[in-house]
């Protein structure tokens, strides 16, 4: 998850005209339950949960900065909300089943009106890692982008250094289209990023073999 597009700072929320989506994800993320996790929107209680996890060096290493305290955190998820409202974008927090403490994040947001083309991002906590929570969870995210929010084109960015962030997205179907050089300024220093694609139809392709994820 190279990039939030939350700033910590004050921001004029500017509304825009676009196709409407037949769904009621705007006013409210759906709860998406798979084997092991559960997706939900996040909550101001969320805040210390994802502070501890994204000031992690292993986490934190290639995305930009979040928010450095629990008021910042808090200050993201009233964002995340209204931007959801708006229709421009939507972030779901992952739990482990039987729990309410948040594990990992996925963001997407719109980078064309009507939300046809997007761009996601993620991050989960290093404890978390190679226990097969992320590609259970991205399957899901995925669909629900695809299915219901009608997304046509799905992009993401992973610094060419992460390797562990450009092989989970290889494994779960996305195609590398190009090297976007100096792309991603990292303290102080620009790095190259791997740009990603999945398409609606290579999705469909995907799951006419593994079949869709529960929730």
Request: net charge neutral.
């Amino acid at each position: 998850m190279e990039r939030m597009p939350f700033r910590d700072e004050p921001a004029l929320l500017v509304m825009t005209q676009s196709a409407v989506i037949e769904s009621d994800w705007r006013r409210a993320l759906p709860v998406l339950t798979g084997s092991s996790i559960t997706l939900r929107e996040l909550r101001l209680t969320d805040a210390p949960s994802l502070l501890a996890m994204l000031s992690s060096e292993e986490v934190a290493r290639f995305i930009s900065p979040p928010p450095t305290s629990i008021e910042g955190f808090e200050r993201f998820i009233t964002w995340a909300q209204r931007e959801r409202e708006a229709g421009n974008y939507l972030c779901f927090g992952v739990a482990l089943q039987g729990t309410s403490t948040i594990v990992g994040l996925f963001q997407v947001r719109q980078t064309e009106p009507g939300f046809s083309v997007a761009e996601w991002g993620f991050a989960l906590g290093s404890a978390y890692w190679g226990s097969g929570i992320f590609g259970e969870a991205a399957n899901m995210v995925l669909d629900f982008v695809f299915d219901v929010v009608g997304v046509h084109r799905l992009e993401a960015r992973a610094a060419v250094h992460n390797g562990r962030g450009n092989g989970a997205l290889r494994k779960i179907g996305a195609l590398q289209e190009g090297i976007l050089r100096r792309s991603f300024l990292r303290r102080g220093e620009y790095h190259d990023q791997v740009l990603w694609a999945i398409l609606d139809s290579d999705r469909q392709r995907i799951r006419a073999i593994t079949g869709p994820s529960v929730h």
